[in-house]
């Protein structure tokens, strides 16, 4: 989403246009500038010593070094994060899924070939919506409305297998799914 | 002992024979009856593929016409206290033939539930409770009240009168209501609903993955809505004088408020917040969305 999108674009104020339009399209130099850029350039190209490249560089490859031995003799012995809500979520539905598609799967060429192009499409389009869902639950992970987000759309996926699955393929205790569409 | 054999054999055959010549009884069978029911009860109706209509009339009668499916493999029609079925049942395998054509006319105050798989629905003059679901075919309702669920996984949705509180599903299929509804509940997949309620909503729930959810209706004083998507947009359009505590959040798009002059926040993700109380701040209203522009109007 770009900056057009937001609402302080959107509303126009003819005032601000007005003088915009009236500003002139180009300014000319009052003089020719390029010839004290160009020796600026010259100067500055002679201006790195071979030490001090050196330096650098052993700076550099100090500081790369350092990050690794960190990272693979951390002094802390690792404990494992608690679960945020969500990935408790994601566990909670994974057997759920797995078993909804199987089901899918078993009855999916009994299908009109239209409607099945069109439960995978939106199949694809849900899956999708999960990862981005997940993604925005990574950088805030106790956001209660996302975490509704990622739920439903569980939810959303149980049903359209429910509502295309061959009836009497519906074990008992998932037939409840059929209420979310 | 052969002889037995053969005459096993033969009287095998004579059953399956009759029992299919029973079984294609129905089949494309002129259907034209008539149950005495409460008026107030349950008609419950299946069926696979054609076209199917349910009429309210202030009749206790339940009647059926039209024409079974070329497959009809039984067709149910019976009642039993207070629960009336039609059911028309036909093979898995459905690629040739024609679907049943159905006219069913039920008591108006009787709670009403029709499944359907790739057949059209049409609803009228139901004032009990209608829960009304198909899988593929159009769905289209006029003058429904008591609780409406109405449900489709790739076909249209087109309603024009519901009172009470309704609910909207949807997979791929577009929805295009007229409600007078205080409680709505909408969610899509991909399709697109576009709502316009005559009633000031009391309680607003809508969600949907990709599909684009529009929603004109005035809000009462301490209404509930929430809505959500990932990447569609939500337009909710609600009377400039309401009063509500209001909470929209995107994470990387746009959020548009005609509502007042509160501006949203812009964050550096792209995503925008937009907090403000409205009026007397009684009801709440809460968007959410991922990827999907919200925008909040004034009717």
Not at chain 2, 92 to 111: E, F, M, T, Y
Not at chain 2, 115 to 122: G, H
Not at chain 2, 129 to 146: H, K, M
Request: aromatic share 4%; hydrophobic share 40%; with cysteine.
């Amino acid at each position: 989403m770009n900056e057009r999108d937001m609402n302080e674009r959107d509303g126009a104020n003819p005032e601000l246009d007005a003088l915009i339009d009236a500003l002139p399209r180009a300014i000319d130099p009052p003089r020719d500038l390029w010839p004290t850029i160009n020796a600026r350039i010259a100067l500055q190209g002679n201006r790195a010593r071979p030490w001090e490249l050196a330096a650098a560089a052993v700076l550099a490859a100090v500081t790369v070094a350092a990050m690794f031995v960190g990272f693979s003799h951390d002094a802390q012995p690792r404990v494992p994060a608690p679960l945020w809500a969500y990935e408790q979520l994601d566990s909670a539905y994974q057997p759920l899924r797995h078993a909804s598609l199987e089901r899918y799967r078993a009855g999916a060429d009994r299908l009109d070939p239209e409607l099945r192009k069109t439960v995978e499409a939106n199949l694809a389009i849900i899956d999708r919506a999960l990862a981005e869902i997940r993604t925005a639950l990574a950088s805030r992970p106790s956001d209660a409305a996302l975490g509704q987000m990622l739920q439903r759309t569980y939810d959303q996926e149980l049903a359209i297998v429910d509502a295309v699955t061959p009836r009497q393929m519906i074990a008992p205790d998932q037939s409840h799914y059929r209420g979310a569409l | 002992m052969r002889a037995l054999n053969v005459l096993l054999k033969l009287l095998l055959k004579i059953g399956l024979l009759l029992s299919c010549i029973a079984s294609a009884a129905h089949a494309g069978e002129a259907i034209d009856k008539t149950l005495a029911v409460k008026p107030d009860g349950v008609v419950r109706i299946d069926n696979v593929r054609g076209r199917i209509e349910v009429q309210g009339w202030d009749r206790s009668e339940v009647m059926v016409k039209g024409t079974l499916d070329d497959l009809t493999k039984s067709f149910t029609f019976e009642t039993a206290g207070s629960t009336t079925t039609v059911k028309v049942e036909t093979p898995d395998h459905l690629n040739r033939g024609n679907g049943s054509d159905l006219v069913i006319h039920v008591p108006s105050a009787s709670r009403v539930r029709v499944d359907l798989v790739s057949a059209d629905l049409t609803m009228q003059a139901l004032h009990g409770s209608v829960e009304g679901r198909t899988v593929s075919g159009q769905i289209d309702a006029r003058d429904l009240s008591g609780t409406i669920v109405i449900g489709s996984v790739s076909g249209r949705i087109e309603v024009t009168g519901a009172a009470g509180p309704v609910t909207f599903n949807s997979v791929s299929g577009d929805i295009n209501a007229q409600t007078d509804a205080e409680q709505l509940r909408i969610s899509t997949v991909s399709g697109n609903a576009d709502i316009r309620s005559d009633a000031r909503l009391k309680e607003l729930t809508m969600h949907s993955v990709s599909g684009d959810l529009d929603v004109s209706s005035d809000l009462a004083d301490g209404a509930q809505v929430r809505g959500s998507t990932t990447s569609g947009f939500i337009r909710l359009a609600v009377n400039r004088d309401v009063g509500a505590v209001v909470d929209l959040r995107t994470t990387s798009s746009g959020i548009k408020n005609l509502l007042s002059d509160d501006k949203p926040t812009r964050e550096m993700s792209g995503g925008g917040t937009l907090d403000m109380t409205l009026g007397n701040g009684s009801g709440v209203l809460e968007l959410t969305s991922i990827s999907g522009r919200l925008e909040l109007l004034a009717r």
